[in-house]
């Protein structure tokens, strides 16, 4: 930062200056850059979508998605941000025959407010197919213990349950 002083007809006749050592703050952006990085990295090479909504108190079931990661694509034929701009694609491509169980497990994680799994079935965006999901499920809870969100990992177990079903 500096200052100019200047005579009655404008002329600068003075500057002042002031410099700050940024050291410090340089290095702990770069740690947070580098710290972004690494999350992503993690994020992105589990095969599994990884996910963040936030909702309201008053209506737990509804609410705005602030992150999805990269691994929509391969698993549900989606990028993130198809479920980030549209918070409903998820329950359009839940299986119909699922939607009472996942209804009532849902219900039941966010009423014990403990983490929880669910099962369900997602269709492919691109082939149409449905695929298994397991779906683990944290419920995020605000100071005075009301849930304000949840964050979940969804694995694809089709093969599995394909494995299961031909051992019956």
Same mark, same amino acid.
């Given at each position: #930062?500096?200052?100019?002083?200047? #005579? =009655?007809? *404008? ?10 050592? &940024? /050291? ?13 990085? /690494? ?6 090479? &589990? ?16 609410? #705005? ?9 391969? &698993? ?12 409903? +694609?998820?329950?359009? +491509? &839940? ?6 169980? +996942? ?7 966010? !009423? ?6 669910? +099962?369900?079935?997602?269709?492919? *965006? %691109? /082939? ?15 100071? !005075?213990?009301?849930?304000? *969100?949840?964050?979940?990992? !969804?694995?694809?177990? /089709?093969?599995?349950?394909? %494995?299961? =079903?031909?051992?019956?």
């Amino acid at each position: #930062d500096y200052l100019c002083l200047f #005579d =009655e007809q *404008g002329r600068i006749t003075d500057h002042l200056g002031i410099q700050r050592d &940024i /050291t410090e703050r340089k290095r702990v952006e770069n740690q947070l850059r580098h710290s972004e990085a /690494t999350h992503r990295l993690v994020l992105e090479s &589990i095969d599994a979508v990884v996910y963040m909504v936030e909702t309201t108190p008053d209506n737990p079931f509804i609410g #705005d998605v602030k992150f999805v990661s990269g691994r929509t694509g391969g &698993i549900l034929g989606y990028p993130p941000t198809e479920f980030v701009r549209n918070p409903n +694609l998820w329950r359009s +491509l &839940i299986h119909p025959e699922d939607m009472a169980a +996942l209804a009532a497990s849902t219900a039941a994680i966010y !009423g014990s407010k403990a983490p929880g799994t669910r +099962l369900y079935r997602l269709q492919h *965006g %691109t /082939t149409g197919q449905y695929r298994w999901v397991e779906d683990r499920v944290v419920p995020q809870l605000d100071a !005075g213990g009301n849930l304000v *969100g949840i964050f979940g990992v !969804g694995r694809d177990i /089709t093969e599995q349950k394909k %494995t299961e =079903e031909a051992l019956r």
